[in-house]
């Protein structure tokens, strides 16, 4: 969605014509780009990073900051979702430490068996020999965040 777009978006989600979304107009804007209603921790999260603020909403700068940040996180839950299905080639909704093996066979990466076992370690938080979506998604997260 390009910038034209996204203020076209917010002044028709600004029925009010106040300068700003309210919590209200922030739940509609959210249906209409994304097909999903922000629920209310959301916004008060979205709402209590922005500095300085002097409304209870989010000014048209701060929505076009709002809509390209979520959209790249969207794209990273996406693309986590996406190669941790492709890790999990039998379906079984976790992966052990064998599909991390045959995962760095089929891309010729080398590894030592006691690197592995030390990174599958550090993912298998409840050390029960399984690495759930949860656990990995984290994981990927705090590294693209590094």
Same mark, same amino acid.
């Given at each position: ?12 989600? *600004? ?9 209200? $107009?922030?739940? #509609?804007? %959210?249906?209409?780009?994304? &097909? =999903? !209603?922000? $629920?209310?921790?959301? =916004? ?5 990073? =922005? ?7 989010? /000014?048209?700068?701060?929505?076009? *900051?709002?809509?390209? %940040?979520?959209?790249?996180? +969207? ?5 986590? @979702?996406? /190669?941790?299905?492709?890790? *999990? @080639? /039998?379906?079984? &909704?976790?992966?052990? !430490?064998?599909?991390? +093996? ?15 076992? %030390?990174?599958?370690?550090?993912? $298998? #938080?409840?050390?029960? &020999?399984? #690495? ?15």
């Amino acid at each position: 969605m390009n910038k034209y777009d996204i203020e076209k978006l917010f002044h028709e989600c *600004d029925r009010k014509r106040k300068g700003y979304l309210d919590r209200e $107009d922030i739940k #509609v804007a %959210s249906i209409r780009l994304y &097909g =999903i !209603k922000l $629920d209310k921790y959301k =916004i008060e999260r979205l709402l209590s990073n =922005i500095p300085n603020r002097t409304h209870p909403g989010l /000014t048209l700068d701060e929505f076009i *900051d709002f809509v390209h %940040s979520y959209n790249h996180q +969207i794209d990273r839950e996406d693309q986590n @979702r996406e /190669t941790f299905l492709i890790l *999990d @080639r /039998t379906c079984k &909704g976790f992966l052990t !430490k064998e599909d991390f +093996i045959r995962a760095f066979e089929r891309i010729n990466i080398k590894l030592k068996t006691e690197t592995i076992d %030390s990174a599958f370690k550090q993912l $298998d #938080v409840d050390g029960d &020999g399984r #690495v759930s979506y949860r656990d990995f998604d984290s994981m990927m997260n705090y590294v693209a965040d590094e």
